[in-house]
């Protein structure tokens, strides 16, 4: 299976290329429960692979640890008892070294396996599930790694030259939609796509506009500075509610300092550039924008039948969806049944990609969903009316 | 305009009625935030025709106490201050007597105000949504006094003969429903209807079945019995930490008392009955059940596009829906436009009405909406497939 | 027993007295934990004797209401489960009609036992241990229900010329005490004394001089206009961190309107008089105001000591000392063992008694007990040096 | 000042001794707000000698980092803001290289000033409790440390041979103390003490015996297995509460597998050896053991009277009293006046020392304070009756 080898290979690869610029203590903390350590994304995504394949697949495979998969499952109670989500940041041990250990040994089962006769369609299946969990973290171990970093007054440095922010400066049209029946949704029989993508199915939609870029910090800043964040008219009850618990004034990351607006970056503290696209916005949020500019969120439905008519992929896009089944959804036996389907209430459907979303891991039709409340994530807004 | 006035009439002695077996006592305790007093209820709806029609049509009206619009007003931001809600339970006074003047006097000018000539249609529709909103608290009313009821080692009762239940014995059918494009949502133009039933839309429906009668208590029982509550496949990752983390067991006011279960009712403590529908279920619990059964909840769209040919009206129907705007949705100019769509995130739909919902006060196209862990309305559970 | 008799009548009278001014409604809300309404004050001082005398000592006794152990017990583990603290403001019923109804028959059934042949000294001695924890209750019920109808913006009446201040116009006095042995507590076998005060023994003190008066609002007054309340150098670390957690700025009570002070008080809301003495005061904010003013609290022994040669009695004043077992104290067996010794820990001892202390419920021994954050006790500052 | 610099260099050397086997992750993590990483405690004590003494004292002094001083300041008021208490443990920078080469700067510039002819008597006087305060974090690095590794699933091992226990099968005295005056606490004019311990001042003393060595595990197992944490009657109020809201069973760090009793220690997991005296206990289950055996916890000051006739120093010995001011105690000027006072409530009294206290640190006047419920010093029991 060679194609799975190399795409094993190279994608195993970027998770570390993009460790390259840490040191021992970036990989350690964790400040937030939404929040896991490099170390812990790095041993994770391993873990993984040798749970799923190499423990069931791999003859006389012997784990690397035998505490590592109550170290480093995530989730899966079919997989057994773990560590509390909140607890990832206080282990000192296993040392960073010992990870990039199991990594490579890990690395090595699976080219074996992969190399053997052993190999099946199944376990490719698995290995392609397994590559595209690994680039969900790989995004994952950028947006947890800024909101660490960004909570240090020294505001560090990951790498320089690296923004994650696109220019948005063009004029701004409202792309007619037709009313109609549509097909969405991913066909299970094709390339690969998540279980929530299923079924392809038939939505019926009303004529609709739909903006043709991403709102930028500009037109935010304008939203601030027309007393947006003050004003109830424009929130949901529990969206103004929590701005006002949490004292949520202006996007994550933003700072003003002597008048003058700046943005936490990987690249460290720059001033606010107000032709970017606005990013690490929550739903409500985005919502109270939306109803300020007499606008509306479009549906995942509007999203999906209108994107090819306009670029995406520089932010998560909220959608006034919220993340539910398709019809005819079937939740997977086992473990992997786990992935998605519990998740499916009080979440919001986000479309698109990020500018630190992997290479190759975007699709159309591709449902990421998170809490109306995260911001940590970079999330846009596009506007439909 | 007669008829307003006999509806008003109708309708406002009816909430009165409601509170004719109840002690001083027992208008005053809020034991949760998301219950009210009776004595709250009581005023609050008086208030709403105080605020919204007298103080802005009525010649000369005098408000009957300067702090009642403090005091009353639920969450209308555009009012002004409020009384914290957790707070609604600390107030001796005003006296319960008191609220019953309040109701007096404001009903003696209603009537004023609808035989003079100054009654228009606005002011005719503003009493049509004063009627619906105190037939939504008449509800309320019930289920919060049951709420507080029950917490009370004495199990008191309220009133002999107010079960509140139907009998479910019938053979259970899985009605057929043929794909294809549907018609649900209410019509603004005709008779009354909530803004959240707008518009009235098309959307697409593929195959589906949906059974012809509620879940049993003792098909609950059953579920209970086969360890669901400790089996984590059936539910959502948030039902799960739910229930481990407020040691749900069973439904709200199941008793398990020396090997036999009981309900607490407005009846007092009685026995089980295992072909009663069931009631006081969770969101959460609703959908573990129907994963157990391997079937699953209506969306809110098949179940009006079914309606017809099922009975229902007994039990608020959890659907799999989320509370979303439908298309074309407009908040309304002004406090009233608080009444719906601020809600409309984290919260689900139901649909139908209950043995406490008032008389007339139901329709297809009515969106019941609540918090998914939310158990003390009269809750059901309808299986889809 | 006829003065045992005479004694019991006239506290248990006092305590319905009390409570003449009330409407029903009044009996039910409990605002905070540490508040009781005022039905459970009247039932819980009723079960006591029913619980310690009555069951054990009157031949052929029967319980009023089997639950109502389980309904009023406070806090005595010995004697089995109960209602949560928190709950005592949820309960409709019993009735409060049912509660003088129970008093009644306890009251009936205690004096048939004091009059009967039947009564001991041992049961004398818990007729004494009753009506002092009555006495206690008294106190509590006026400041508990100061505290409910405090937080209701109709700021309610419960009696007029119901002041509980004093005039503190006097001139302030520094008294001074040599050092030397000195001897304080209660000897036990004398006239009644709580165990907490027992045993009598010797304590050392340096020379020291105390206050012949309270600190008044004006001097308090004085100390928050200095800024007394944002200057972290007069605090404890845990008491300034209480003050900005629980926006503290001010006695209980107190309100700034339109410029002016005010005061809630059980007359309603009055003028805030300066010669009053201050009231309604935490043990942090009033080592702070010592601190402000170079003085200090003084020691419960150094008070003791000193308390025949100034007024006392209008307000409970706080002391530096910690609530702690005198030497030589034991816990007594059973149910009453947990009256007192239980409680000796992070709480402080407050000496003297107040304006709402029951008539011949006071002596220089006494100790009484507060979290040093409660501040709905009508507490004072003395001070010393 | 010769003595001075060599005493300061052996300290300051001490705890960077203290460091030399923890990896650079161990460095990082903070479970727990009363826990400081390594990191912390290494740049805080460095903190200390700047903030105090360079910036003051040593002409044209250049700090080591601007924000040095926000990020590693504890809780001086005086001195101004700082980084939140429970963020300490999410600092990835600055890098635990770079606090060595603080450590180094400063203790550069500190050998600069003590040479020159700058250094005064008052110099001196704030190197010592520099020294004093670096000894108290070299503890708290260890138990902290502890704490944190304790949490780990590996159960790393800090250091081999590094046990922390003494052997006490040793036969229990009682030793009997007269009843008298004695003098307690130490006198400013003579070596150095903190201000804590000021005033000496005069006590009475009834008779009372004190035990002659600490309470072993065995002991402590004997109460265990006597059911001592179901048995209400041993208990503070508030420790019953707290051992049952968390689920304490059993002294911090204890472990029962397979039905044998093992240990957490900094030499990893090892077998409960029923003859070492106790450790990590709270106040609470202190008192509750001393109640009981039917003795009681000494005060501090039986403790200090009798402490010459028993051996202490392996663990700090919890007493009954209170965290209070001696007479004649006053508050120093400046920010080192918030070095103890501040602390002085809710907090009980600790005497003696632990085998983890710095060589020197430790005298009889000497009192450590912590809040009841805290088990995560080297604390142990010893009984007075």
């Not at 595209?132 to 560090?156: A, G, R, V």
């Not at 037709?178 to 279980?195: E, P």
């Not at 460290?268 to 739903?283: C, Q, T």
């Not at 409500?284 to 509306?296: C, D, H, L, M, V």
Request: net charge negative; hydrophobic share 35%.
């Amino acid at each position: 299976m060679p194609s799975v080898i190399t795409n094993y290979q190279k994608i195993r690869s970027k998770t570390e290329e993009l460790c390259q610029p840490l040191e021992i203590e970036d990989y350690i903390p964790q400040p937030a429960e939404f929040v896991s350590p490099p170390k812990w994304h790095l041993a994770h995504t391993t873990w993984f692979f040798e749970e799923f394949i190499l423990r069931k697949y791999k003859k006389d495979y012997q784990v690397f640890h035998p505490k590592y998969s109550f170290l480093f499952n995530s989730y899966y109670n079919h997989v057994g008892k773990r560590t509390l989500r909140s607890n990832r940041g206080i282990l000192t041990r296993p040392l960073v070294c010992d990870i990039y250990d199991y990594r490579k040994y890990v690395d090595e089962h699976m080219q074996d396996l992969l190399n053997s006769g052993e190999a099946t369609d199944e376990i490719s299946q698995l290995v392609t599930i397994g590559v595209n969990h690994e680039q969900q973290h790989q995004e994952l171990l950028i947006t947890d790694l800024k909101y660490t970093l960004s909570l240090n007054p020294l505001y560090p440095v990951y790498k320089p030259d690296y923004s994650l922010v696109s220019d948005m400066a063009a004029e701004d049209l409202m792309i007619p939609i037709d009313a109609g029946l549509y097909r969405i949704g991913a066909d299970k029989s094709k390339k690969f796509s998540f279980d929530n993508e299923h079924n392809a199915h038939e939505v019926y939609l009303n004529d609709f506009t739909i903006s043709s870029k991403l709102v930028t910090n500009g037109e935010y800043l304008a939203f601030i500075e027309a007393g947006g964040y003050e004003d109830f008219r424009f929130w949901h009850d529990e969206g103004y509610t929590w701005i006002r618990e949490n004292e949520i004034q202006k996007p994550l990351y933003w700072h003003k300092m002597d008048g003058s607006w700046f943005q936490y970056s990987l690249e460290g503290l720059v001033p606010l550039n107000p032709d970017h696209e606005l990013g690490h916005i929550s739903f409500y949020e985005a919502t109270a924008f939306a109803q300020w500019k007499g606008k509306r969120l479009p549906t995942e439905a509007e999203w999906e039948v209108a994107s090819d008519k306009f670029k995406w992929g520089t932010r998560w896009e909220w959608t006034q969806s919220a993340y539910l089944p398709y019809p005819g959804y079937e939740i997977a036996e086992g473990a992997l049944g786990e992935y998605n389907g519990k998740f499916m209430v009080n979440q919001k459907v986000l479309r698109g990609a990020s500018n630190a979303t992997a290479e190759g891991h975007s699709r159309k039709t591709y449902r990421n969903f998170f809490h109306p409340q995260h911001q940590w994530q970079l999330t846009g807004i596009r506007l439909a009316k």
